[in-house]
């Protein structure tokens, strides 16, 4: 039985009405924060530029997972405690795989705010709020644990942060995470 869920430009993932997790943006020079049952984990950029992310332990200054970029629009990897989720992308397009350890594959797409498209994919030219949402589909269960709701807003963000990447810093697509 598979499960339609919505990450919405809020940056809310919902199943229905249901939210089970949010990002929220950091007012000016703050980190974003992944907020899921009450608890808010920090977003926080590992060096000075680029794609990789630590997500900081709401209760001190542990880190709870990182997200490493394997290349630029092709995915990465994600290490959490339990085991690596990798993430990637078909060669140009706008259709994501997220594959939590012990979970079957979960399929992440944009929806384009304004139906337009540029170099064949399905994005608005203005190098901002390239995907009004994107739709999440889900084979099996919609990951329940702690850890892999987390894990799946975590990776929901940073697809959309991508998604709204500027074309020229974007790239010009990908392929699948290399294994």
């Known amino acids: 039985m598979g499960m339609e869920l919505v990450f919405g430009a809020d940056g809310v993932l919902r199943d229905g009405a249901q939210e089970l997790g949010r990002v929220e943006p950091g007012a000016e020079g703050a980190h974003p924060r992944l907020i899921l049952d009450g608890e808010g984990y920090e977003i926080a950029r590992r060096g000075r530029g680029g794609w990789d992310f630590s997500l900081l332990e709401p209760s001190g200054p542990g880190t709870f997972c ?3 970029l394997a290349r630029l629009r092709r995915g990465g990897v994600l290490r959490a405690p339990g085991g690596v989720t990798r993430i990637g992308t078909a060669l140009a397009g706008s259709s994501w795989t997220v594959e939590i350890p012990s979970q079957p594959p979960i399929t992440v797409i ?7 498209t540029v170099d064949g994919r399905s994005r608005v030219a203005t190098g901002s709020g390239f995907h009004d ?3 999440v589909s889900c084979e099996g269960e919609t990951p329940t644990s702690g850890e ?5 807003v975590f990776a929901c963000w940073l697809i959309g942060e991508w998604m709204r990447m500027p074309l020229a810093e974007a790239g010009a697509g990908g392929v699948a995470v290399n294994r």
């Open 66 to 68: 990182e997200f490493k």
């Open 110 to 116: 944009g929806r384009p705010e304004r139906g337009e």
């Open 133 to 135: 949402e994107l739709l």
């Open 148 to 152: 892999g709701r987390i894990v799946l």
